[in-house]
């Protein structure tokens, strides 16, 4: 099993930052890819970006330039830097963590993110 426990949402104003943080624990060294989705109210829950053991990097198109993810082995942590942020940003934010093929994806509890306009 892995663990995986968010940090770092909040309310922040339109053009503002925020530095999300997933640390992970448990089964890590099973870890192959982390990432970010995110669902706002009413709509399904969309990918945000990713990252790999090797540190390969994936974003959902619209975000490019804005949201920045990356990793540090070290703390077994992901982190999930948005800047310039947009009143269409407010969603819950989840932490994901995918492993071998035969076992089903790892969530976090998700954070909060709420962008004032």
């Known amino acids: 099993q892995v663990q995986l426990v968010e940090s770092g949402g909040g309310l922040v104003q339109a053009g503002g930052s925020l530095r999300l943080s997933c640390a992970a624990s448990?089964?890590?060294?099973?870890?192959?890819?982390m990432g970010w989705y995110r669902q706002a109210p009413g709509k399904r829950r969309e990918l945000v970006a990713t990252i790999t053991n090797g540190g390969s990097t994936s974003y959902e198109d619209s975000l490019k330039g804005r949201f920045t993810i990356s990793r540090d082995n070290a703390k077994n942590t992901v982190y999930l830097q948005m800047n310039g942020l947009k009143p269409e940003d407010t969603a819950v934010y989840y932490c994901y963590a995918r492993t071998i093929p035969t076992m089903p994806d790892f969530w976090g509890q998700g954070t909060q993110v709420t962008v004032s306009s």
């Open positions: 448990g089964l890590i060294f099973s870890i192959n890819v």
